[in-house]
């Protein structure tokens, strides 16, 4: 097994210091990475998170809250998304076999129209927050236009849930995009 660190996309937040411990003063903006995996597992290739994606980077307007661009402003660059990174490494986005979303805030999740053939699995409790969209800030975070796209790119993400251990499910708010397996 052979592990790849991937920082798929940086967001410089407000608060400098505060955020990131290093950034000199809490008036200037930190840079936090946003840490995702890559596994390669005998025949899998297991992404662990996908970070923000190629259509995030192209349409961060479209796809992004303007609350978060304007908090977090994210370093938008096509060659740190997850996918590009992958093709640095010598493999397509095609071959990624799991995706493992740790949660689904827009900067963990947001790579999914990247990964076509992917199955993607999911914490059953973290499906059941983003259904819910109860508050302005889970609006916010939980960002269906980051993996709706799919659903007319003819290639359904399929989701499923582990034999064992967590409880995971399909995103409800992908569902155009899914199907069960």
Request: with cysteine.
């Given at each position: ?25 809490v008036f ?6 946003c ?19 190629l ?27 997850a ?5 640095a ?6 071959d ?52 709706g ?25 992908c ?7």
């Amino acid at each position: 097994m052979k592990v790849h660190h991937l920082n798929c996309i940086s967001t410089c937040p407000l608060g400098g210091h505060l955020m990131d411990g290093r950034t000199r003063g809490v008036f200037t903006r930190a840079s936090l990475a946003c840490h995702c995996l890559l596994v390669e597992a005998g025949n899998r290739l297991v992404l662990v998170d996908t970070g923000l994606g190629l259509r995030d980077v192209a349409h961060p307007r479209d796809r992004l809250s303007a609350f978060f661009l304007g908090l977090l402003a994210p370093d938008l660059r096509a060659e740190m998304t997850a996918a590009r990174q992958l093709q640095a490494l010598g493999y397509a986005p095609a071959d990624v076999t799991d995706i493992v979303l740790t949660h689904l805030d827009f900067d963990h999740a947001g790579g999914l129209d990247d990964f076509p053939n992917a199955t993607v699995h999911l914490r059953a409790i973290e499906e059941e927050a983003a259904a819910r969209q109860r508050t302005w800030l889970d609006r916010q975070r939980f960002r269906p236009q980051q993996c709706g796209a799919r659903a007319g790119a003819g290639s359904p993400m399929t989701m499923r849930a582990p034999r064992r251990g967590w409880d995971w499910r399909p995103c409800p708010r992908c569902a155009a995009c899914h199907r069960r397996s």
